[in-house]
């Protein structure tokens, strides 16, 4: 829950029982019953503080531990790569390169919200196919290499595929984590921008999976909206400064980034009509 969402139920629940006690100590204490109201609604405020502060806490350690443990998980998995002639690439060497890619698979299901485990392997993965597209236009028909080849390329497609969907949506879902609660937009808007790149890459590779190109308009979609939100506020500070050169020149970049976007989700128009809401009664003070 975004920190502004969750103090303002928690003051609302205090405020609730601030009149609560308030009231059934009116009949009972007789003079200055919202001083005791007061202390409990404050007390309850202030633990509600404490408590998220607390989980944000934990939250973070248990990220700090799950990446500790896709590091010795990585760590256990044999590091001596078979040395890959680009020349001659051997049944034992192409085995051995596929047990690899096996094994930095298992390692990154064991902990499979953690994008950058899957990015080693589909990364892995690439350098395999790579390896084996050099190699099969020098490979006779009757080898006994052909087929092993082919066969371990369409594994490590398969693999390639799985881990970059998974890298993708991790790192759309971190996007989303961190957007809850970063009270920077600067710094949202550069890890949107990171994001995008991720989602854009993992598009050139499988430009027909839906799943990347919704996940990628919904991250340019929150990169628009906090867009315009910062050159709004930046409008606000101009018009308080009296700085209206600067006021009309933001406004116009706010008014053309809310109109970037197309094929909105119910929750991003929402969000684009009270930005244009805001931007218009800020045009009118300027006229005025």
């Known amino acids: ?5 969750f103090y303002f139920l928690a003051s609302s629940v205090a405020l609730g029982t601030f009149f609560l006690v308030w009231a059934a100590l009116n009949d009972v204490q007789g003079e200055s ?10 007390t309850m405020l202030i633990a509600a503080g404490v408590m998220r502060e607390v989980a944000w806490r934990r939250s973070r350690k248990r990220r ?3 990446q500790r443990r896709l590091d010795l998980a990585l760590m256990a998995v044999p590091v001596a790569r078979p040395e890959l002639n680009p020349d001659k690439l051997t049944l034992e060497r192409n ?4 047990s690899e890619i096996q094994r930095k698979s298992d390692a990154a299901k064991v902990l499979s919200s953690i994008p950058a485990s899957h990015r080693e392997v589909f990364e892995l993965c690439e350098e395999y196919i790579g390896i084996v597209d050099r190699e099969l236009p020098h490979v006779a028909v009757g080898s006994p290499r052909l087929r092993p080849l082919t066969k371990g390329r369409e594994y490590a497609s398969r693999f390639h595929r799985h881990h970059m969907l998974r890298w993708a949506e991790g790192e759309a879902r971190s996007l989303a984590e961190n957007a809850a609660t970063e009270t920077e937009p600067s710094r949202i808007i550069e890890r949107a921008a990171q994001v995008l790149v991720s989602l854009e890459t993992a598009s050139g590779h499988y430009p027909h999976e839906a799943r ?7 991250v340019r979609e929150l990169m628009a909206t906090l867009r315009a ?4 506020d930046k409008a606000i500070r101009a018009r308080d ?3 209206l050169d600067e006021l009309r020149s933001l406004l116009s970049d706010a008014e053309t980034e809310l109109n970037s976007g197309e094929q909105l989700s119910d929750g991003s128009n929402a ?10 009664n800020l045009e009118s003070d300027t006229r005025d």
């Open 212 to 218: 990347l190109q919704e996940s990628g308009s919904a």
């Open 271 to 280: 969000a684009f009509t009270d930005l244009r809401i805001e931007l218009r």
């Open 64 to 66: 700090f531990i799950d």
């Open 95 to 98: 085995s051995a390169f596929l």
């Open 241 to 243: 400064d009296g700085r």
């Open 229 to 232: 939100r910062d050159l709004i």
């Open 33 to 42: 019953p919202w001083i005791a109201a007061g202390l409990i609604a404050s």
């Open 1 to 5: 829950m975004p920190a502004s969402t």
